[in-house]
């Protein structure tokens, strides 16, 4: 490496000043030898003297050659002037040559500074390129020159770079021989791709391209598609995932551009009973039943994947025997080559609504043998109360003693809680049947409690605390919603501990469109699996034993949840074991439009 040293406020390299010792001891030996040759009249030596410094200094300093030039001019007629006046014929030429010594040294100077240029402009475009530049020996591949973003992108530095040969740089022995069979096969070579290997040990995928720009020396250009590469990689493996996702997936895929179908699964072709060549091409839409093709979307040429899709759509897909298979569609936009297409999952369900069917026919027919085994049963039981309440009522005429009228009370007991049963199933297979309607009207919330509690007698079974607003009015079916407090009210009290508290709050906000009536107990509580069969007729919690021991049969929960939906509501629980439960009714404060729909 240079040093530098500094004169005038400029760095000077130690180069440099070689170079301006040398050219001063030419000029100074020139004019010394001169002065000689002129003083012995020797005139075939000195006037060629002073071309050794002019062009030595025209050739690395072209400005200072030309002044250097002058120098040597004035110089040489002076001593010509000492030496040959007054013999004109001889000062004449050697002015001449004083001329020539500057016009030379211009000429020079001009094509230098060319050079010059050319090679900075060259070394510019090397240094800052955006690719790799490599120069390298074709005999023995060592690397004599390399920019700097080469260097950056291996790692190396420019001195390590030159110790190195071209071929060190590939990634493999195999990569190597590759490199060489190109390398001889012709002289030019363009988008040869490969690995190199950086000092850190990372490979690198390059794009090289290469000539021979003198007879021993090829210049190689490196570009950098390691990116591209990898994204390239990323994609295959991006690809194949999908691949596999696709042709495994246990539902249905079809893809379809332009209204026609371009990519069918496995599981579509198993669906549909078709070949994919007989699918490929066609319209999804000549495949739809007659009957739902109103329904299934038209895709335009000009499709755009800002166009909302729709939803869930059920539709039916003629099979290749002709057979109509239910599917439930589900569209989703993606890019398929460079434009929009659609994907559509398809998820058969042909036999769950034929499961669904047979599930409300059976139904259908559960419904009407309760209902005729309910009205087969009331009718026997109203000559049974009729004739118990005759004896209990007047036991002196009928000659009953005491011990018997407690054990017909008992009966008569019995009898009534049959008689309940009976009415809540027919209850329940008329809610089934969704022929009860709603008749609604404003009424008082307090009012409603109030009556509840004084009818049932459930201030003397429990403390019961309300936390309602006074003034709080519902529109609803004042005697369901009865029924179904009534019903929540009931079960809270019947479930809960010693000393029995139950407290009947009402929460809401402006901004909310529910009503919510809460009934909160102290009872035994409800596990998280009993929560969704608690509403489900005939289901208790911990069915073993509770309806012996709370006179219950697990009907009043699925009637209240009916009625409560019949309003487009719902009823929440929260509950913990031993602490107790919450049970809260939430009804629109707007009465529906139309009647909602509710499980049946």
């Known amino acids: 490496m240079d040093r530098y040293f500094r004169a005038a406020g400029k760095k000077i390299s130690h180069t440099e000043i070689v170079r301006l010792c040398v050219i001063a001891s030419l000029t100074i030996s020139c004019i010394f030898i001169t002065s000689i040759s002129l003083s012995l009249r020797v005139e075939t030596i000195y006037s060629q003297l002073f071309y050794f410094p002019i062009l030595?200094?025209?050739?690395?300093?072209?400005?200072?050659?030309?002044?250097?030039?002058?120098?040597?001019?004035?110089?040489?007629?002076?001593?010509?002037?000492?030496?040959?006046?007054?013999?004109?014929?001889?000062?004449?030429?050697?002015?001449?040559?004083?001329?020539?010594?500057?016009?030379?040294?211009?000429?020079?100077?001009?094509?230098?500074?060319?050079?010059?240029?050319?090679?900075?402009r060259y070394r510019s475009i090397f240094d800052t390129s955006l690719l790799g530049i490599v120069l390298f020996d074709q005999n023995s591949f060592v690397i004599r020159m390399a920019n700097s973003y080469l260097s950056e992108l291996l790692g190396y530095t420019p001195d390590e770079l030159h110790t190195m040969t071209f071929p060190q740089l590939l990634f493999s022995k195999d990569e190597q021989r590759r490199f060489f069979e190109f390398l001889g096969s012709s002289e030019d070579v363009t988008n040869f791709e490969t690995m190199l290997v950086s000092r850190a040990g990372k490979n690198i995928w390059v794009n090289l391209s290469w000539s021979r720009i003198t007879g021993n020396m090829v210049s190689c250009s490196v570009i950098n598609i390691d990116e591209r590469k990898r994204a390239e990689q990323d994609a295959r493996e991006n690809y194949l995932q999908y691949k596999q996702v696709t042709e495994n997936a246990p539902t249905s895929i079809v893809v379809i551009k332009n209204n026609t179908i371009v990519y069918v699964n496995p599981s579509f072709l198993a669906f549909s009973g078709y070949d994919q060549e007989e699918l490929i091409g066609q319209e999804l839409f000549s495949f739809i039943h007659h009957e739902d093709r109103d329904e299934f979307p038209f895709f335009s040429e000009t499709a755009d994947?800002?166009?909302?899709?729709?939803?869930?759509?059920?539709?039916?897909?003629?099979?290749?025997?002709?057979?109509?298979?239910?599917?439930?569609?589900?569209?989703?936009?993606?890019?398929?080559?460079?434009?929009?297409?659609?994907?559509?999952?398809?998820?058969?369900?042909?036999?769950?609504?034929?499961?669904?069917?047979?599930?409300?026919?059976?139904?259908?027919?559960?419904?009407?043998?309760?209902s005729t085994v309910a009205h087969e049963l009331r009718t026997p039981l109203q000559p049974i109360m009729g004739y118990l309440n005759l004896l209990t009522e007047d036991p002196q005429t009928y000659g009953v003693t005491d011990e018997t009228k407690a054990i017909l009370n008992r009966c008569a007991k019995s009898v009534d809680r049959e008689r309940q049963i009976i009415n809540q199933m027919l209850e329940l297979s008329i809610l089934d049947s969704g022929k009860i309607p709603l008749k609604y009207s404003?009424?008082?919330?307090?009012?409603?409690?109030?009556?509840?509690?004084?009818?049932?007698?459930?201030?003397?079974?429990?403390?019961?605390?309300?936390?309602?607003?006074?003034?709080?009015?519902?529109?609803?079916?004042?005697?369901?919603?009865?029924?179904?407090?009534?019903?929540?009210?009931?079960?809270?009290?019947?479930?809960?501990k010693f000393p029995r508290k139950i407290r009947i709050m009402y929460s809401t906000t402006p901004a909310d469109p529910m009503h919510r009536l809460s009934i909160q107990d102290n009872g035994i509580g409800i596990t998280n699996s009993q929560l969704d069969e608690i509403f489900e007729p005939f289901q208790l919690p911990d069915s073993g034993n509770m309806s012996r021991k709370y006179d219950r049969i697990g009907l009043s929960l699925s009637i209240a949840k009916k009625y409560v939906q019949m309003h487009g509501g719902f009823i929440s629980v929260d509950s913990i074991v031993n602490l107790g439960s919450t049970f809260t009714i939430h009804l629109p404060k707007q009465r529906p439009v139309e009647e909602p729909a509710y499980d049946a």
């Open 305 to 370: 994947s800002r166009i909302p899709l729709p939803g869930m759509t059920e539709l039916r897909l003629l099979a290749k025997n002709g057979e109509p298979r239910l599917a439930a569609f589900f569209f989703t936009w993606i890019v398929q080559k460079g434009s929009p297409a659609v994907l559509i999952n398809l998820m058969d369900i042909t036999e769950r609504e034929r499961l669904k069917q047979t599930i409300e026919k059976d139904n259908e027919r559960r419904r009407g043998i309760i």
């Open 442 to 496: 404003i009424f008082s919330v307090n009012s409603l409690l109030k009556t509840i509690l004084d009818a049932g007698g459930y201030v003397t079974k429990a403390e019961i605390t309300l936390d309602i607003p006074s003034d709080l009015t519902i529109e609803a079916d004042e005697n369901k919603i009865s029924i179904v407090i009534e019903s929540m009210l009931s079960n809270a009290i019947n479930y809960s």
């Open 56 to 120: 030595y200094a025209t050739y690395f300093f072209p400005r200072r050659g030309l002044y250097l030039s002058g120098f040597c001019a004035v110089v040489y007629e002076i001593l010509a002037y000492i030496y040959l006046f007054p013999n004109s014929g001889a000062l004449l030429l050697t002015t001449g040559q004083a001329i020539l010594f500057i016009c030379i040294a211009g000429v020079v100077a001009y094509f230098i500074e060319k050079v010059n240029t050319s090679e900075a």
